[in-house]
């Protein structure tokens, strides 16, 4: 039988690159929505959608409104910021959105290193 396939989502990009943004997103919430199981990385500017508020002030037309997508990835998949992006941003553990843990690249190489992972990085 086959083993379950895992996705492992890093967004690199916040409202620098808007649309990258919402891909990533949009791509994380179809596929936790698919069934898929979904570990989702918050990396470089994407990091300030960890703390509460930040995704309601992102704009992008066309697109799906980026707290819908962050409740839908948080309701079955995992999201993750990463450590030193975090650190280098001043956010702390306490900080973040319900739900959202804070680690770094071992666990990500772990992740991604797992047998029946698809990485993808945006």
């Known amino acids: 039988m086959p083993s379950a396939k895992k ?10 690159s808007p649309e990258r943004c919402s891909q990533a997103f ?5 596929a936790v929505a698919s069934g898929v199981e979904v570990s989702f ?3 470089g500017e994407s990091a300030w959608f960890a703390l509460p508020g930040r995704a309601a002030e992102f704009e992008l037309p066309h697109a799906a409104p980026l707290p819908d997508l962050v409740d839908s990835i948080l309701a079955g998949g995992r999201i993750t910021l990463c450590t030193q992006c975090a650190a280098r941003r001043g956010i702390e553990e306490k900080d973040v959105l319900e739900g959202v843990r804070i680690a770094g690249a071992q666990v990500f ?4 290193m797992a047998d029946g992972v698809q990485a993808l990085v945006y």
């Open 41 to 43: 990385w918050l990396t």
């Open 26 to 30: 949009t791509v994380a919430a179809v």
């Open 109 to 112: 190489v772990s992740e991604i």
């Open 7 to 16: 996705l492992v989502i890093k967004v690199t990009a916040g409202a620098d």
